[in-house]
T-cell receptor
């Protein structure tokens, strides 16, 4: 069974731009979560989706948003990029809420 | 904030068992202990999880103390490919997959 896939794997943007990252969960998984990893803050939870509804949100500004589609695929968007948004963005999927999460390889975003 | 405490780093000789400790003294009765590892710049890899009983799978064993305030992840025969950051996580709540990561333990397996 294929794992979690994330596209693109690498991305370079400039300050003020916006970016959209994509995540395809493991087949049959209906829950998707997003995390941000930086050297200074470590791995931090962004948000969690299940059945196209956001179920949980971490402590991030409103510039960070996401959505989930009916096929469980998910996207996250960051608007008005700042230098501090440079990070590895990780997506994880699980069969349902509260079940074991499996992570994708991540998208590495560099903001210049 | 993370509900777990782990040593920042540990060494292990190749072929020997690696025992990684984790303290979670404020764990609640219905909270699971999860272990993930992250090899440099890759996504975290699920290893094992447990509630009360000891658990074993093809990767590792998880020993949880009777009072559930601490646990130990055991890699029975460590190899160089087991060098990674190991995260012990208490998953808060049963209706969410939200994981709160701490700083983890960097395990260095040496030849």
């Amino acid at each position: 069974k294929a794992g979690v896939t994330q596209t693109p794997r690498y991305l370079i943007k400039t300050r003020g731009q916006q970016v959209t990252l994509s995540c395809s969960p493991i087949s049959g998984h209906r829950s998707v979560s997003w995390y941000q990893q930086t050297p200074g803050q470590g791995l931090q939870f962004l948000f969690e989706y299940f059945s196209e509804t956001q179920r949980n949100k971490g402590n991030f500004p409103g510039r960070f948003s996401g959505r989930q589609f009916s096929n469980s695929r998910s996207e996250m968007n960051v608007s008005t990029l700042e230098l501090g948004d440079s990070a590895l963005y990780l997506c994880a999927s699980s069969r349902g809420l509260g079940e074991t999460q499996y992570f994708g390889p991540g998208t590495r975003l560099l903001v210049l | 904030d993370a509900k777990t405490t782990q040593p920042p780093s540990m060494d292990c000789a190749e072929g020997r068992a690696a025992n990684l400790p984790c303290n979670h003294s404020t764990i609640s009765g219905n909270e699971y202990v999860y272990w993930y590892r992250q090899i440099h710049s890759q996504g975290p890899q699920y290893i094992i999880h447990g509630l009360k009983n000891n658990e074993t799978n093809e990767m590792a064993s998880l020993i949880i103390t009777e009072d559930r305030k601490s646990s130990t992840l055991i890699l029975p025969h460590a190899t160089l490919r087991d060098t990674a950051v190991y995260y012990c996580i208490v998953r808060v709540g049963s209706n969410t997959g939200k994981l709160i990561f701490g700083q983890g333990t960097t395990l260095q397996v040496k030849p």
